[in-house]
């Protein structure tokens, strides 16, 4: 069987796999003769390596220092050179000795039965080294068509190559493996405008792990154009490219059928059609296991057309968060639905609720749960609805020899990451097709970080392995490599946690879990390696041999009176308030129950553990305490620290972290008012069980210099069932007259308990009633996903960034459900928002905070009242503000994006005619429930205008008002 029947007899087995997805297996495949042997003769191969001064290519030590060079040889000898490897760095197609530098016509030429491989250190031996063990992150091999090396952006792009790479009238043997490639521009004429990153025509070229990206088109194909190609993608990637149609890939003419499988194809765009791909001229592309996602197309399908008979085939494939301009519906957004066969993949829709789901077996319509859209990690978080819900029969073979063990008839045994592609998810239902079934799209979830062959949670779950974090990653996956551990050998070999006592937990575990009184464990001077460590390897000192470093001071068990001012009470005798060269690192352990402090005091850093009381309270007419903590060490919190009156905590350059447990708050036993301040550089809140509190009350204020950071990774729902205790999230809560100025950035993570609203206390602003500030300089990122525990309809915030060069961002996180009241219910919604005279914000929407996709207009801020300073300058970046009030002293307001960018007030026009009148006044009376009930009619959020949701006499005094205003 000859390689062009390979690849029918590849295609013919997909179309089988689509028609009858239920048969147990695709039928065998003869084993394909496009991969060369590596340990042949010494001559077959050739070397590219920059920098080196070679003459024949035959060994790293004499590589070409061009590919144009090692591709010229290959060319001229009569197929002998049946291979080129290549180490990292960057190549150029006009760089080389049959080149002509600057001349954008040079292309790197693909041809068949030569392989060219990338991804190489440079000093591999070809006779030992396992191509399987080639790591492409740590040596990237990019060709690039910027010839003059000066690309900003889409600037400068002028003099860039047409095609980086061109394959013509190639077979299968041609192949280009662990390549990126960047920069094309074909913005030329006739074919020249097509392809920037690749043009192929009238072949079938292999490409394998190769990153198709930043590339651009002046008709089609930015990333790459096929024309009556058969050609092969496993494993690739095409991002960023730009064309008029077909942003990442065009495929066209004469029924040719390409093979994608574990690709992907994001955040590339289309002025016009077909962000991602376009099918075009009877072409019929399929596409297993791949991922389309977050591409956009100015006019329609921002994920896939289907063009003049194209008929594209989707299995086994993830589209979401695809957007275009002109396709009304979300899933049109996604795909065609012309000429497009698709069988078991998730495509995004309107409503992931509804029974409409794009037709297919096996289609599903749930929201992915990528892990991190914004850095594009498009793997599955453990919660996905994409996990075994694919069709295992309908992998292609490996063909292409993916993980070089001479199997080329076994199902494709890598996912997008070179990860094992099928692997069963025991937590997880199997709702696919196969005896062990595959994840949808390009990557495959796996739970088997330690390879023993059983899925991680139930090693916790039998106690096989230890989770000390609770973050459903066995420990051992976690700590370096050491195989004289007992329970080794460990897995870990990169980015690995310490275990400075090789006890097989990592020292954070160690540190956290440390019984009471046992000192090994500890970490008093909070450098996280517990003390025993230090003192062992003489980081620390310990001359009393006590198990304590030196440098840590310690509350006595002589202490009769828990007063801070008496020697006596501290080890070693000396009262910590800075006298003289004395300084303290103060350690408050967990037999502490309650600690007073009744001098003023410096230390340089302070831990108050978790049972340990920590009060700043003493009345005004007995002693003023005031601590200062004076190092970048700063504070930690895993106790309570309680304030009372007007005392200080100062950190000048230090920072305060509010662990798990945690609490800041006024002393409940001090009746009196509190205008208690803590100073510090930053603020971080924990998650844990339970969660690190900040409780600001009466007139307390917090000053940070830096960044406020609440933290609920971990938090709400917790996120493994196999978690001995959930974890709850960080808490902030300001009320009455307390404030909270924050110069840096304020960042919620996830799941987040935040609550700013009016207290008892009395005063001016609000009919009796304080309003809580909290003012920040810095940007406002708000990643959390959890609407029912922000509350901040009744607090105010003020955005006084003053910065026209740097503009404040604000994260726009509500659910956008239209211009009603209701918005702020279950929302992020907002009771004040003061942009300050001359301040720059934008308000943008850059996070998936419901989970269900990040597209354009599905996000927006409900604002009670949106005060926007003289001189401000406000932009509105692809999002809508809903506010009830709107003071305006002279801003200036720019909208850009999709259509949705817009200060939309909220009325009572429950027919969206535009007006306030009879019609509206009868839908009230309808909807009207009284003060004792609420009316959860969607159709009734309008009359819900004071959003309490209640519709009473009150909504109604305010109907009034609109209906008689001008």
Not at 65 to 88: C, K, M, P, Y
Not at 824 to 839: C, K, P, Y
């Amino acid at each position: 069987m000859n390689n062009r029947m390979n690849h029918k007899s590849l295609h013919s087995m997909l179309l089988f796999a689509m028609c009858v997805v239920a048969v147990a297996a695709s039928g065998a495949v003869a084993q394909s003769s496009r991969n060369p042997s590596s340990s042949g003769c010494s001559s077959c191969r050739l070397f590219v390596k920059p920098g080196i001064p070679g003459n024949t290519g035959l060994s790293w030590a004499d590589a070409f220092n061009t590919l144009q060079d090692a591709l010229f040889a290959a060319a001229n000898s009569q197929g002998q050179i049946v291979e080129i490897w290549v180490a990292r760095g960057l190549y150029r197609p006009d760089r080389g000795g049959s080149e002509t530098l600057n001349d954008r016509n040079a292309t790197f030429k693909l041809a068949s039965g030569l392989t060219i491989r990338g991804g190489f250190f440079g000093n591999e031996n070809p006779n030992t080294f396992n191509l399987a063990d080639r790591v492409f992150t740590d040596n990237p091999t990019e060709l690039s068509g910027d010839l003059l090396r000066n690309d900003v952006g889409d600037s400068f792009r002028g003099e860039n190559s047409y095609h980086v790479v061109t394959a013509i009238e190639t077979d299968d043997t041609a192949i280009l493996d662990g390549f990126i490639i960047r920069a094309g521009n074909a913005d030329g004429t006739g074919l020249r405008s097509l392809g920037g990153g690749m043009n192929i025509q009238f072949g079938f070229p292999t490409i394998l792990n190769c990153v198709i990206l930043d590339n651009s088109a002046g008709t089609v194909g930015g990333g790459a154009y096929l024309l009556n190609s058969d050609a092969t993608f496993f494993n690739c990637r095409f991002v960023d490219n730009t064309a008029l149609d077909g942003g990442g890939l065009f495929v066209s003419v004469g029924g040719n059928s390409p093979i994608f499988a574990n690709t992907q194809f994001r955040f590339n765009t289309a002025d016009d059609d077909g962000g991602g791909i376009v099918a075009a001229n009877t072409s019929s592309p399929v596409f297993v296991n791949c991922t389309i996602a977050y591409n956009t197309a100015g006019d329609n399908y921002g994920g896939v057309f289907a063009l003049g008979g194209g008929a594209p085939r989707f299995i086994n494939s993830i589209l979401w968060g695809n957007v275009s301009a002109n396709d009304v519906d979300v899933q049109h957004q996604q795909i065609s639905s012309v000429n497009v066969d698709v069988l078991y993949s998730c495509i995004q829709d309107d409503d992931p609720n509804d029974a409409s789901i794009f037709p297919g077996t096996g289609n599903i319509d749930n929201a992915p749960r990528f892990v991190d859209v914004g850095n594009g990690n498009l793997r599955l978080r453990p919660d996905s609805p994409c996990i075994d819900a694919a069709a295992t029969p309908a992998l292609p073979p490996d063909l292409a020899d993916l993980d070089h063990d001479g199997n080329t008839v076994e199902p494709l045994p890598l996912d997008a990451e070179r990860r094992t592609r099928v692997v069963d998810v025991l937590s997880v239902p199997d709702t696919g097709v196969g005896d062990i079934v595959v994840d949808m799209g390009a990557f495959e979830f796996s739970l088997d970080c330690n390879m023993n062959g059983v899925d991680d949670l139930i090693d916790i779950l039998k106690n096989d392995s230890l989770d000390c974090n609770r973050n459903g990653v066995p420990d051992e996956c976690e700590i370096s490599k050491n195989s004289d551990i007992p329970g080794g050998p460990f897995f870990c070999t990169e980015n690995c946690d310490p275990d400075c006592n090789n006890n097989g937990v990592p020292d954070s575990c160690d540190i956290a879990s440390c019984p009471q009184g046992l000192t090994v464990c500890d970490d008093c001077n909070n450098n996280g390696v517990p003390d025993g460590c230090d003192i062992e390897d003489g980081t620390s000192s310990d001359d009393n041999k006590d198990g304590i470093p030196d440098s840590c001071s310690s509350w006595s068990d002589r202490a009769v009176d828990n007063r801070w001012g008496r020697a006596s009470n501290w080890d070693p005798p000396t009262i910590p308030d800075n006298v003289g060269e004395q300084r303290f690192n103060v350690n408050l352990a967990d037999s502490i129950t309650d600690v007073l402090l009744d001098i003023d005091a410096t230390v340089d850093t302070l831990r108050i553990r978790r049972m340990a009381t920590l009060r700043v309270t003493l009345p005004a007419d007995v002693v003023t305490p005031n601590l200062k903590i004076d190092t970048e060490e700063g504070m930690l919190i895993q106790g309570r620290l309680l304030v009372g009156f007007d005392r200080s905590v100062i950190l000048p350059s230090g920072g305060v972290v509010i662990g798990p447990g945690g609490l800041y708050a006024k002393d409940a036993q001090i009746p009196a008012l509190s205008g208690a301040k803590l100073i510090a550089n930053e603020l971080t809140i924990l998650e844990g069980a339970p969660g690190g509190e900040m409780r600001l009350t009466d007139a307390m204020n917090v000053v940070l210099f830096g960044d406020l950071l609440l933290d609920g990774t971990n938090a709400f729902p917790p996120a493994f069932p196999s978690a001995a205790v959930t974890c709850t999230p960080p808490i902030l809560r300001v009320r009455d007259s307390a404030s909270l100025d924050v110069e840096g950035d304020t960042e919620f993570i996830e799941s987040v308990d935040v609550s700013v609203k009016e207290g008892a206390a009395a005063g001016e602003e609000s009919g009796g009633f304080a309003i809580p500030q909290v003012e920040i300089a810095g940007s406002f990122i708000n990643h959390s996903f959890d609407p029912q525990v922000f509350d901040w309809v009744d607090g105010g915030l003020s955005l006084d960034g003053n910065s026209p060069m740097a503009p404040q961002r604000f994260e726009v996180a509500g659910m956008d459900i239209g211009p009603f009241a209701a918005g702020f219910s279950d929302n992020f919604g907002f009771g004040v928002i003061d942009v300050a005279s001359g301040s720059s914000v934008i308000f943008e929407d850059n996070f998936d905070n419901d989970g269900d996709g990040q597209s354009a207009c599905t996000e927006a801020l409900y604002v009670k009242t949106l005060v926007l300073g003289d001189g401000a300058f406000i932009l509105l970046d692809n999002v809508r503000i809903y506010y009830n009030t709107l003071i305006d002293d002279g801003a200036s307001i720019v909208m850009q994006g999709d259509g949705c960018a817009s200060l939309v007030p909220i009325t009572a026009d429950c027919d969206l005619d535009g007006e306030i009148d009879l019609n509206d006044y009868a839908a009230f009376f309808v909807c009207q429930t009284g003060p004792a009930a609420v009316n959860t009619d969607p159709g009734c959020q309008c009359a819900d205008i004071n959003g309490d949701n209640h519709i009473d006499s009150l909504d109604f005094r305010e109907l009034q008002i609109l209906f008689t205003m001008p």
